[in-house]
């Protein structure tokens, strides 16, 4: 039987090396692999280049990493409540693919499913698709990298021509991604928001290293309320259901929010 078990989130990570490629799950701060980035945190690793939707915020998720100064590159599609993440960006102390978040989704799917590039209409006509979108400041306010031009390409679409353009997908050297459940085999169960960007961050990984609320037996998932086979995922470690969960920004109804300022006893 193939166990794709580990000990702990620290011996998971040990062999991931500076300048590594990673694929970090997460939307906003639902489903991020808190323990698995602690723990590289604290390893030490760093030149990091990491894709991921955003970048958490300053204390919690990536943003550890970030502001340990453990982070190269960001490839994303939102910044976020992280105001370092955006300081690091406008210093020129940090590298930003800023990609829509659509096609974000698709460059790490199609990394997964073995598909090198494809084309789209988002994009078309900006910057995106025209180049010259910052990717690096200089230490002047200037630009010192910027986006490349990439193909655009006219194809006939419910017979009317339609421009679109090229997108290569995303493969890294890892992947590091949240589940709310995975067996021994590896196969994993996403909670709510959290399936947004964890399935397809951890196909788009070489090496996928996944942390789980709960790990079972194989078997005692229901074949079809599996979201992740287990052919993606090499790595699994159990960190617990009372694992640190963050809400990035709190909010309330209205007559809450009333309901909480009216004196005791109105």
Same mark, same amino acid.
């Given at each position: 039987?193939?166990?794709?078990?580990?000990? $702990?989130?620290?011996?998971? @990570?040990?062999?991931?090396p500076?300048?590594a490629? !990673?694929?970090?799950?997460g =939307?906003?701060?639902?489903?991020?692999?808190?323990?698995?980035? #602690? *723990? !590289?945190?604290?390893?030490?690793?760093?030149?990091?280049?990491?894709v $991921?939707?955003?970048?958490?915020?300053?204390?919690?998720g990536?943003?550890?990493?970030?502001?340990? +100064?453990?982070?190269? +590159?960001m490839?994303? $599609?939102?910044?976020g409540?992280?105001?370092?993440?955006?300081?690091?960006?406008?210093?020129?102390?940090?590298? !930003?693919?800023?990609?829509?978040?659509?096609?974000?989704? %698709? +460059?790490?799917?199609?990394?997964?499913?073995?598909?090198?590039? =494809?084309?789209?209409?988002?994009?078309?006509?900006?910057?995106v698709?025209?180049?010259?979108?910052?990717?690096? &400041?200089a230490?002047?306010g200037? /630009?010192?990298?910027?986006?490349?031009?990439?193909? @655009?390409?006219?194809?006939?679409?419910?017979?009317?021509p339609?421009?679109?353009v !090229? #997108? %290569?997908?995303?493969?890294?050297? &890892?992947?590091?991604?949240?589940?709310?459940?995975g067996?021994?085999?590896?196969n994993? @169960?996403?909670n709510?928001a959290?399936?947004?960007?964890?399935?397809?961050a951890?196909?788009?990984?070489?090496?996928?290293?996944?942390?789980?609320?709960?790990?079972? #037996?194989?078997?005692?998932l229901?074949?079809?309320?599996i979201?992740?086979?287990? /052919?993606?995922?090499?790595?699994? @470690?159990?960190?617990?259901?009372?694992i640190? +969960?963050?809400?990035?920004?709190?909010?309330?109804?209205?007559?809450?929010?009333? *309901?909480r %300022?009216?004196? #005791?006893?109105?």
């Amino acid at each position: 039987m193939i166990d794709k078990t580990w000990r $702990s989130a620290a011996e998971a @990570v040990a062999d991931i090396p500076d300048g590594a490629s !990673l694929a970090v799950g997460g =939307f906003g701060l639902s489903g991020n692999p808190i323990a698995l980035i #602690e *723990a !590289l945190l604290a390893q030490g690793t760093s030149d990091l280049s990491v894709v $991921s939707n955003n970048c958490g915020v300053d204390d919690w998720g990536l943003g550890i990493l970030l502001n340990a +100064k453990r982070i190269r +590159k960001m490839t994303s $599609s939102y910044v976020g409540e992280n105001k370092e993440f955006e300081r690091q960006f406008l210093s020129g102390e940090l590298e !930003l693919e800023l990609t829509p978040q659509g096609t974000l989704a %698709e +460059k790490l799917r199609a990394g997964g499913s073995g598909i090198a590039a =494809f084309y789209t209409q988002t994009g078309v006509g900006t910057q995106v698709a025209e180049g010259g979108l910052p990717r690096r &400041y200089a230490a002047d306010g200037g /630009i010192a990298v910027a986006s490349p031009v990439k193909d @655009v390409r006219s194809f006939d679409v419910s017979g009317a021509p339609r421009d679109y353009v !090229l #997108e %290569e997908a995303i493969v890294t050297d &890892y992947a590091l991604v949240h589940a709310l459940k995975g067996d021994r085999h590896g196969n994993l @169960v996403f909670n709510k928001a959290a399936r947004n960007f964890n399935p397809l961050a951890a196909m788009a990984g070489r090496v996928c290293i996944a942390q789980v609320e709960e790990l079972v #037996e194989p078997g005692e998932l229901e074949a079809d309320s599996i979201h992740l086979p287990g /052919i993606y995922v090499h790595r699994i @470690v159990e960190v617990g259901s009372d694992i640190d +969960k963050r809400i990035e920004r709190r909010t309330v109804s209205v007559a809450q929010a009333a *309901a909480r %300022e009216m004196p #005791e006893g109105a």
